[in-house]
DNA sequence: TTGTAAGCGTTATCAA
DNA sequence: TTGATAACGCTTACAA
């Protein structure tokens, strides 16, 4: 910056206010740090900005792991967004794990991003203490409820209801769930079989304990494992309810697997809309979460906090859209047109 | 820091060196700081730092995007790989439009990061230029030849051969290509079509160009599209191979929308192995490119240029290994072992 | 409209 | 083994 200002014949200062856009400079002095600045190629240093700003233009994302399609699907929608606000995203990987998810709240990284959007999976009841962080955060996802920061969440259990519903307009009864959470008060699972059980009791059915399946991680092996359990079990199942799109793919693979037909025998529906459901076979019936909304409420909610447009703000949950995506595994090949 | 000092009673620069794990303190000394740093709860600013070092432990992740889960699943085994080695992950998506991808090159992000890694898809030969950086970069993939970094690949031409001979070996001799790129003469399609082509003519088989289908984007949709175009001419077929995943899924989804059965009247076979093919119906055959070699890798190669280990070394192209990983979509449903 | 000078929180140099 | 002091490159009062 020396060098530029050398060369234009003026101050560094000036040259701070051009590369700033700052108004009131006189047209003549900006085109000759201008082409200072082309001439020598010069780029400020992003380091001592931050230093000096106090601010980095980073923001933190904290998720399980990006080999799951719903993560990766979400980091590039937040990335995108992020990107369209003059953002970076530093993106870290949890695991899933508790002791790394409470890491993610307290390490050296948290120095050097603006802000947090966090998508914890592990944290519990016992850790709400530890979400009372100094730093602006985002959280995503249904893990902490009245937690001391902003939320964006979707609602769980009126979704999962109307998944359900979904099922029992088709005339099934009998709907297993495979991914649930046993004893387990709040978190994604606890919500969606809420969800699942209100549909049944509205719809007058009791809720059979043996169709309902644990699964600890939504990955596809666990939900090819709990449906392998459900079916050698030898309860009577006529759909099956996939508490995220990858425990339901790895369902429908054990059903393609023995030859049982779907949705023939067994209809299957998913949630999440991850981009594999539109592909597989049978195609999958899923939940649409609405992703770009998640994605630009929560960028757009975490700037605001960092820009401290409003200090004292209460914390705010957003509760997003959702929608039910109908394919061929609940409604049969002939009903839905195929995609491409 | 000075805060520290004052309480530790020794000067900032005995705290410097503490944090850093200097050598030469007396244990008393480093015991008082210690006890200062933990009760005022102090942590180094790292801007400060990296302004002072001239280095900031970022390196940044040029990607088309994270929903393509080749990717996903190479910047998970990246950011773990980069985390071991004390360094965090910025990743920035180029949607492989050529123009970012350039930006990349050049843009501001490169001032918060010690280096690249660049899986450039969208770059010609007349952007060979573009390349030479004058900061740490790996280059990632097959799109650059003699380019001016470290390039870490895999043998495309091999493993095309390979996977192309894996359905020779069952007999099948009207193999459809989905993907190819015409036209073009380096990069993943043109070399994967090369070693398609080796393993015809050594079986003594002509190449018949109706059989390889054009598909830009390597999606699943695009694969789908292309699938159809390939039935609808009415060509003979008998096999596919899909030039990646994606696309050998796609493929499968219209063969399975047209009850064409596989492998029974088409075998089909992908590249990449990412998780996906171990749960699709019928589970894909395909290349597994070593991921985590790739990874381990770039970071290290990457790590060495950043630290300056040997200044000049000259570049270097590190290939990595391959396998054939067969499943269902090949060899049929009896003959391999389920997942889970 | 532009310049001067202070200071952001570290680490590096060199002396003690 | 430790301390004083000078950078690192920028932004920002404040002054001119």
Redesign the pocket.
Known sequence: ??EVAARA??????V??V??G?????P???ERVEAAIADLGYQ??IS??N???GRTGIIGLAVPELSLPYFAELADSLIRAAEARGLTVLIEQTGAVRERELEVLSGQRRHLTDGLIFSPLALGPQDAAALHVDFPMVLLGERIFGGPADHVTMNNVEAARAATQHLLDLGRRRIAVVGAHEGETMGSAALRVQGYRQALEEAGLAVDPALVGEAGLWHRATGAETMERLLDSGVEIDAVFGLNDALALGALHVLHARRIDVPGQIAVIGFDDIEETAYSSPTLTTVAPGREQIATTAVDLLLARIEEVEPDAPFVQVVTDFEIVVRESTLGEQAVAAPS
């Not at 700052?22 to 006189?26: G, P």
Request: charged share 20%; hydrophobic share 35%; proline share 0%.
């Open positions: 910056m020396h014949g003026v101050s560094i200062k000036t701070s206010n590369v700033n700052y108004q009131y400079i006189r003549a002095t900006k400020v240093n001592a900005r230093l000096r700003r």
